[in-house]
């Protein structure tokens, strides 16, 4: 899974959230490094809609704004408790090799 | 101007999403450069033409057909520049004879112009040679030229009248290339009669001045005539131009054509979904075949010989020597696109009759 997916993903974790919303939660979330674009997230929505993993949760107009919300499904909460799982394990890998070759790493 | 980068989604997707597009664009508009922002929305537009979001291979797919298309589109429109090229003269080739061997007497030597630029057995295209375009005959689609032929060499050996060649090509201004040697006759290998060193060869020479070219043969003694010259027409300009321009245009048309059927397909019985895939399939590999055995071929002859004149775009993807192939895919694409708009079967709602 690319990262910008598995942070669309987290960034519907918690709450459902409109397209502008999760692109600003990605950007928080990566310390400003991840900046999606429109193209890229509605693309990267039809593709998570598509695999089941997002739906549509409801449509509001704020301010005369229209604001489309959407939300992890259940398959979304196991899929991205998966991927966490194996990036875990990676950064864990990582750390215990870094740890062996200068002990002092923390 | 986004609102006109939208056009790259396909209709059904913009009334349903672009007014939500349109107001997370007008959000991240502070923060970005609006050249970037319409790059990714035109590529991302493009792609949700395809349809299929969660499918990689529908976008391998789409790029193989597209620019197949792009080709051929590419090849008509170099075609149609060939068109508009300046007709060939019969004038200009007695002229060119008489300055480069002036007095020498001329065995034979063509008194009219070409009917066409492009002939098929000297003749026009016309629907009669469609049979012959057909049926194993596509190589016989060639450009038309006019030439004059000599009944003894204008100097006493080949090699001396090679020399005089090169020099008043020289002086009347033509552009010339290395003289070619080539067997007159070919014997076949591993045959003890076969000697391919006693195999008299002939010799070709291309000349270019402004936009005609001339080929000339030095034949050995065997060959009759001993000397001719061949007058045609170099690449027009415009033939450049157009066939980028064919070739972005066809390049678009394919995609979206694509993009159109994978939409339809995506909604049609799965049955039909099916063979309409393959049939699909089985067409485009029947154009890539058609492309991919020619290109080597055609690449490898450029590199033996010097060309004044490249041979055209669609001699290089198989066009016209494999058309009933190139045809026949079109036909099974066009069934195919049939079969993806045949209503999908929804079962009939009963209605419940109360008692």
Known sequence: ?106 | MHRWLLLSYPRAYRRERGAEILETLQDIAPQHRGLRVGANLVRHGLRARLGRPASRSVVAWAAVFAVACGLFAASFGIWVAWLGSRPLDHHELAATVDQLYPGEPVRDIDRQDPPAVFIVYGSPLSWQSVPSLLFGDGGEYEFAGIGASFTRLPAVTRQKTLAQLQERLRAAGWDFGEPIYSNSYDCIPNDPRCDPTSIPSDITVYAQRGDNILEVHINSDSTTPLMSLGMSRATPWAAYPAGVLAFLLGTLGGWVLFGWASRRAERSHAVAQALAKFMFGFAVVLWWVSILLSVPHMLTHHLQEAHYRWHPLWEWIGQPVLSLPFLFAWVVLILAGGLIQLPRHRPVDRKVISP
């Open chain 1, 1 to 106: 899974m690319r990262e910008a997916t598995f942070l669309i993903l987290t960034a519907l974790a918690d709450e459902a959230r409109h397209g502008y919303g999760i692109i600003q939660e990605v950007a928080q979330m990566s310390g400003g490094r991840v900046k999606l674009l429109p193209g890229t997230l509605y693309s990267a929505l039809d593709r998570l809609t598509a695999q089941g993993l997002v739906e549509f949760d409801r449509e509001e107009v704020v301010d005369g704004r229209l604001r489309r919300y959407y939300r992890l499904c259940a398959d979304g909460r196991t899929e991205l408790a998966s991927q966490t799982a194996r990036l875990r394990e990676l950064a864990s890998a990582a750390e215990s090799r870094l740890r062996n070759l200068r002990p002092n790493l923390a």
